[in-house]
């Protein structure tokens, strides 16, 4: 049985824990850490959410609080199916200023679907001139990660350049819990298929950012040196195919 939503109104982005909230962590000093950039100018226009950023942010201990600037989660989180599918589809229009050329991870804007239950992620990232793929389970600040007696926590990057840079490009990622396989698609081609999935993701919070994926040195974060980030979003399509549900609507038909 399939059902679908459409999770936007972003004329609510200013009333904060409605249908979107600004990301961040709890850290263990009680304080939280958001992923919010001081400066950034939010423009919501014909549904669609514009943030441009000056990117300034900066933590220096910790790599996941580094990486994102600005972040809006999703209020409601998606439940996944024990046995069907959910799928994300939007679209996503990068650009920048001062970023380094052909270095997609110096300032980005992302779609992340993250699930807190499990520290598991898909993710799009979206450059000037590259995007990537991103498939990975993190050690987020107050997620309990299972354990596994494989390697615990990864993240797999997959790298490309064929698509419409500078434009609005339709991103799409599939989650079949069942199966254990993550499909992702670029303007309705199918560019990556994930099987095997070693962790069994239970629900999806959707968040929008802008961010960057730059190591922290020795002497700390270097991922700041003057450059803007503009994003633009739009509303998030969540297709959820129960076939459980299916089977059982179909059972009661006959």
């Not at 070693?198 to 700041?224: C, Q, W």
Request: charged fraction near 25%; hydrophobic fraction near 35%.
């Amino acid at each position: 049985m399939e059902q679908q939503k459409v999770i936007g109104d972003f004329h609510t982005i200013l009333s904060e824990g409605e249908v979107w909230k600004v990301g961040g962590f709890p850290l263990p000093d009680g304080s939280f850490w958001e992923y919010r950039e001081p400066n950034a100018v939010v423009i919501v226009r014909n549904g669609i959410l514009y943030v441009r950023a000056p990117l300034s942010r900066e933590n220096h201990q910790i790599q996941i609080l580094d990486n994102a600037k600005h972040m809006y989660y999703s209020v409601e989180t998606i439940k996944v199916p024990e046995s069907g599918e959910v799928s994300f589809e939007l679209q996503i229009r990068a650009r920048s200023e001062n970023t380094a050329p052909n270095d997609l991870y110096d300032g980005y804007v992302s779609l992340n679907l993250l699930d807190f239950t499990t520290g598991a992620a898909l993710d799009f990232f979206a450059g000037n001139d590259k995007y990537a793929s991103v498939y990975a389970v993190l050690p987020f600040p107050g997620v309990e990660v299972p354990p596994s007696d494989k390697t615990r926590y990864f993240c797999i990057f997959k790298e490309d350049t064929n698509f419409k840079a500078r434009e609005f490009n339709t991103y799409k990622i599939t989650y079949d819990r069942g199966n254990d396989e993550a499909v992702f698609y670029l303007n309705g081609v199918e560019i990556r298929h994930e099987k095997n999935i070693p962790i069994k993701f239970n629900e999806f919070t959707i968040a929008l950012g802008i961010m960057t994926e730059k190591d922290i040195s020795p002497e700390g974060s270097v991922s700041i040196h003057g450059q803007t980030v503009i994003a633009e979003y739009s509303p998030v399509t969540v297709t959820i195919n129960d076939r459980a549900e299916g089977k059982k609507a179909t059972k009661d038909k006959e």
